[in-house]
């Protein structure tokens, strides 16, 4: 294992960012890379100080995919390289989806292959308008991994995801973008500024609203209604009970009151 910082992990204000730090190697995933991955997202998601996770990608890509030396090394015998790289992989991904934090993605250069998966599966993906989205899979005869083939259907749907897979071989920015899998593209001089003013933005929600929220919409397609309405009624009286609700309803009842005294 290496001493060096593959993963960098800075908390402030609610928002922790979690940068891929294998910039030579364009964030290609080897051992350590997916060992510091797991153990940083592991960190993150646990300091309940944090609302708001941003990924990041140092240098010239977000993260072009896995090591594919590594892969070579290990062509006759890939089943103990491939659990130790996708075991750590699978746990950042699942910390990240059950964490009850916003996930936002900050995308620039290459993201393919389990870097595309990572990208796709956060709540905001924002790219860069020069990023490449290669799925990668198939031109090695390899099915999707790290989660995106739950987070491609979620995005675009099952038929529009076996495209993506098994018939697309390279996408720009705006091809991504009328797919689903980019939520917002911006110039690439603007993709850190634009990705952590939004990542301030959503840091102002209530950590009980963003849980509850993202939970009962995840549910709601394989829910029966009566018992997600049941669910929304738990939810929302739960989160009356907070502070947060109790303060912001105050303050927003004062700027209405002035709002209408000021007419």
Do not use: W
């Not at 746990?91 to 870097?115: P, Y």
């Amino acid at each position: 294992m290496t001493d060096q910082k593959l993963v960098l992990l800075e908390v402030e204000g609610g928002v922790a960012t979690i940068t891929l730090n294998r910039p030579r190697a364009h964030n290609v995933f080897d051992r350590e890379l997916a060992q510091q991955l797991g153990s940083t997202v592991q960190k993150a998601v646990a300091d309940e100080g944090v609302r708001v996770v941003v990924l990041r990608g140092a240098g010239a890509a977000f993260c072009a995919g896995a090591d594919l030396p590594t892969f070579v090394r290990n062509i006759d015998n890939p089943s103990p390289m491939v659990r130790d790289i996708l075991g750590n992989i699978n746990q950042a991904s699942h910390a990240l989806r059950e964490s009850g934090k916003l996930i936002v993605a900050g995308v620039h250069g290459v993201a393919a292959g389990v870097g595309l998966s990572l990208a796709i599966q956060s709540d905001f993906c924002i790219a860069a308008d020069t990023t490449t989205l290669i799925p990668g899979y198939a031109l090695i005869g390899l099915s999707p991994d790290g989660g995106a083939t739950k987070a491609a259907v979620e995005r675009v749907g099952v038929r529009r995801a076996i495209q993506l897979y098994l018939g697309e071989e390279t996408l720009d920015a705006r091809r991504g973008a009328e797919l689903g899998l980019i939520d917002r593209i911006v110039p690439e001089a603007e993709l850190d500024r634009t990705t952590q003013d939004l990542a301030q933005r959503l840091v102002r929600n209530s950590a009980d609203a963003i849980l509850r929220t993202k939970a009962l919409l995840r549910q709601a397609d394989c829910t029966p209604h009566a018992v997600q309405l049941q669910a929304e009624l738990e939810a929302i009286i739960y989160c009356m009970g907070t502070e947060f609700y109790r303060v912001a309803l105050h303050k927003r009842i004062e700027a209405t009151l002035a709002s209408r005294s000021n007419q």
